[in-house]
Every structure is written in C-alpha cells, then in structure tokens.
C-alpha cells in the first residue's frame, strides 16, 4: 500500500476512499473519486487494500473483553480547590440567611437580642448635665476653668 501520496488531487482522493467507506461521499464526490481512480494506479491500489481491510475488520466477530478497561478520572486539584472553597462559602451563606430567616419570622424587633443586656447607658441626670454644658460650650470657644459653675 502506498502510504504517500503523490499529489493534493491523490491526497484528497485518498480521504474520499474512506469517506466513501462510510458513505459520506455525495453523488459528485463520489464519480469525482471514480474518475481518479481510473486513471491513478496508486490511489486504485490503495482503495482496493482499505476496502478490503475495512470489509474484512466490519466482518470479524465482536471479541469479549478479557479484562475490564478502568479509565480513571483526570486530576482537577486546582479547579477542585476552588469547588470546594465556593461550596463552602455557599453554605456559610445559606446558614447565615437561614439563621436571618428563622430570626425575622419570630417578629422580634430588631434590638430585643440586647433586652437580657446590662444597660450601658449614663442615668438621665448626667445626660441633663452633658446637655447643659453642650448647649454653653460651642466649638471654637474656650473652656470654663476647673471647678467652676455653669
Ligand atoms: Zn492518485
């Protein structure tokens, strides 16, 4: 069988041969390859011996396989690693929302996780003084001295 052929014209005949096998070949195709075919020895002795070949191998009986043919699986380290890291981050997500969720739908206000608390705010008399001083004391002026009375 020659393997190499001699021109584009035999090369491409060559395909068709086995196009042609398959019965892909179109009508044109088909008398173009006819036509090569008549007036190329190489490429006519090659489609005899692909011809022949498929014909006998599409004849042969189905053999059992002996052993079972194991493909294992590629290697996805990086992509694996990021899988895991986005799941993770999903379900953090989800337990956070689910955790917002199942708190709202008690209709507690917003602040009544504070109500066992100790109150850390100043008692109303302080408060009353801090508005006293604030209201004498403006930005830009001076301070009162130590001990004095306002
Ligand atoms: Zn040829």
Do not use: K, Y
């Amino acid at each position: 069988m020659s393997v190499v052929p001699t021109s584009f014209a035999c090369e491409r005949a060559r395909e068709q041969v086995s196009l042609s096998l398959d019965g892909e070949l179109s009508e044109l195709e088909r008398r173009l390859l006819d036509a090569h075919l008549a007036r190329c020895g190489a490429c006519q002795a090659f489609a005899q011996e692909v011809v022949a070949f498929t014909e006998a191998l599409r004849a042969a009986p189905l053999e059992a396989v002996r052993e079972p043919i194991v493909v294992e699986r590629r290697r996805r380290l990086p992509l694996g690693r990021v899988q895991v890291a986005a799941a993770a981050a999903l379900a953090f997500l989800a337990v956070g929302l689910a955790g917002q969720l199942s708190a709202s739908s008690e209709q507690r206000p917003a602040l009544s996780r504070f109500d066992d608390s100790p109150n850390l705010s100043p008692p109303a008399s302080v408060l009353e003084r801090e508005q006293a001083i604030l209201s004498v004391v403006r930005p830009g002026t001076t301070l009162p001295p130590p001990g004095s009375v306002l």
